[in-house]
């Protein structure tokens, strides 16, 4: 088992920048890929950013704003966020998988084992 604590979530105005965390513990020895994963009122939940070994995967919308990080001695997952948008608003997740997967469906939600309970994010215009 797995366990993943977001933090850092907050209100920000467009254009400003926020910093997710994300704490691993628990079995964290089988982990494949780390993503971040949102998900708006009424919307699907979409995949943001991912990380396997040591590639990282975007969604286009985020690409050149967005970096996903880990500190694997400190099990920690990060996500900077800077020229926030308001379509930017939603929950994000912290999620985690065993399985490998291909580049095409690293950001599907579908094979993530383990998620956390997740952090909001609002931007205001």
């Known amino acids: 088992q797995v366990q993943l604590v977001e933090s850092g979530g907050g209100s920000v105005q467009a254009g400003g920048s926020l910093k997710l965390s994300c704490a691993a513990s628990g079995d964290t020895s089988s982990t494949y890929c780390l993503a971040w994963f949102r998900q708006a009122p009424g919307k699907e939940r979409e995949g943001v950013a991912a990380?396997?070994?040591?590639?990282?995967y975007y969604r286009d919308s985020v690409k050149g704003r967005f970096t996903i990080s880990q500190d694997k001695a400190k099990n920690m997952l990060y996500l900077q966020m800077n020229t926030l948008k308001p379509e930017d608003t939603a929950m994000y997740y912290c999620?985690?998988?065993?399985?490998?997967?291909?580049?095409?469906?690293?950001?599907?939600?579908?094979?993530?084992?383990?998620w956390g309970q997740g952090t909001q994010v609002t931007v205001s215009s």
């Open positions: 990380i396997c070994s040591a590639n990282t």
């Open positions: 999620s985690s998988r065993t399985s490998v997967v291909s580049v095409l469906q690293v950001l599907l939600p579908n094979g993530y084992n383990y």
